[in-house]
């Protein structure tokens, strides 16, 4: 069987970046159905929505974020009405976890959570039958008869058995997730929701990674497709020992580890630069005090992140963060004082501002529930709206503000912009 994998890029000027284009997701899928079925299926990841018809499959997966669920839509219909591909259509991906009553109709079946195991019950599935039996088929959700069938989602997959391919792309920095899930449950984030409690990579497993694709390519650059790489307890220190036996510290360069601050101890930063970072990454979200017990549940403090970048600073090892804001009940005020707090930052440390981004009801989250019961968004609703990535000319779109009452979207663009807070130079225009 011919599988053509296809996720909708959100800057079309990734397309042409062999790594940013790939997409991790896929990946994990294409090993463990070869790792089950070696040698029996094709795989081909399309970067452009006419790849799908092109590449000749016999099977279309597809996989999307909310901001870009209606292109996904689009992506659908087209491959039924104009490209006339008559074989079974799968989709997946945060969104439809979220919101799996969005399933499209002229899909054959969508898939909730992880996607490796019903991807390949799936693939078993339809090279037998073109309407088989989906009733047993574990995460699968599908239209019968009108209404809308859900299977239970697979028991979570053991990440340390997941097979990885460390020569792929050996010029390229090498992404891998080494956790997933999240044991905190931040307002806007539907991390915790989605994929339930934390399952680590091991460290033995990370460090067997590591050292194999360092010594098969002599690539020694690493990205850590993580939001919480320190969730996992302990599991920093026995990944320094091992590299440390192993005669490969100060080897890699991982660029970058993002972390929650309030995990970090006084020798975290120190361990985290001998095992190869290069940049740290941190969630701020906001550092106005009230915001940010209100975003992050009050699961960091002020006194994390100030510890955290004065760590970094004295380990002389950069260190960044991006802020989320438009939550509602943010006043002026308060954005202001975030704002002023990362400057002074700025000024004084190695901490340096990422990017704005602004707070959206992604379905899933708990901001998505508050903002379904007011009406706000709904199941139907022009999901384009959703725009979250400050620096991107999304916003010159109408998209979703949710603090119109507290702080006018007039006046929180104005802020942004006046503040210089915006990125590469793309400011939000109110339309």
């Known amino acids: 069987m011919r599988i053509t994998m296809f996720k909708v890029l959100q800057r079309h000027g990734w397309i042409k970046n062999s790594f940013a284009s790939h997409y991790l997701g896929f990946q994990y899928m294409k090993n463990y159905i070869e790792q089950h079925e070696p040698g029996k299926h094709e795989f081909f990841v399309a970067k452009w929505m006419e790849e799908c018809q092109t590449s000749k499959p016999d099977m279309v997966m597809i996989s999307s974020v909310t901001e870009a669920w209606m292109d996904a839509c689009i992506t659908v219909q087209w491959l039924r009405n104009r490209a006339h591909f008559t074989g079974p259509i799968i989709i997946g991906g945060p969104h439809l976890t979220g919101l799996p009553e969005s399933l499209p109709y002229q899909v054959d079946c969508g898939v909730v959570g992880e996607g490796e195991i019903p991807a390949l019950e799936l693939v078993r599935a339809y090279e037998k039958e073109r309407n088989p039996d989906l009733s047993q088929i574990p995460g699968a959700i599908y239209w019968e008869d009108g209404e809308l069938k859900k299977n239970p989602r697979p028991e979570p997959i053991d990440v340390n058995a997941l097979p990885i391919d460390t020569e792929r792309m050996p010029k390229e920095r090498f992404d891998i997730a080494t956790i997933r899930g999240c044991p905190f449950c931040c307002q806007h984030c539907v991390e915790w929701r989605n994929q339930g409690k934390p399952r680590a990579v091991s460290a033995e497993r990370l460090a067997e990674i590591m050292s194999r694709r360092y010594r098969s390519t002599g690539n020694p650059q690493f990205f850590f497709q993580d939001d919480t790489f320190l969730a996992a307890p302990g599991r920093l220190e026995k990944l320094h020992a091992i590299l440390a ?71 002389n090892l950069p260190i960044g963060g991006s802020q989320v804001y438009g939550f509602p009940g943010e006043t002026y005020d308060e954005l202001v004082d975030s704002i002023k707090r990362v400057r002074a930052y700025e000024r004084s440390s190695n901490f340096r501002h990422w990017e704005v981004y602004v707070c959206q009801p992604f379905p899933g989250s708990t901001l998505w529930q508050k903002a379904l019961k007011s009406g706000l968004v709904s199941k139907d609703m022009d999901f384009s709206r959703m725009r979250i990535d400050g620096d991107y000319v999304w916003f010159r779109s109408d998209w979703l503000y949710l603090n119109e009452e507290t702080l006018p979207k007039k006046q929180f663009c104005e802020t942004i912009k006046g503040f210089k807070m915006k990125s590469r130079g793309h400011y939000l225009e109110v339309r």
């Open 245 to 315: 036996k192993m005669d490969l510290l100060n080897t890699f360069k991982i660029n970058p580890i993002s972390l929650n601050a309030n995990l970090v101890e006084d020798h975290t930063i120190q361990l985290l630069k001998e095992i190869g970072a290069i940049r740290l990454g941190m969630g701020c979200e906001s550092l106005n005090p009230r915001m940010l017990k209100a975003i992050k549940s009050n699961v960091v403090s002020p006194e994390d992140i100030e510890r955290t970048i004065r760590l970094a600073t004295k380990a």
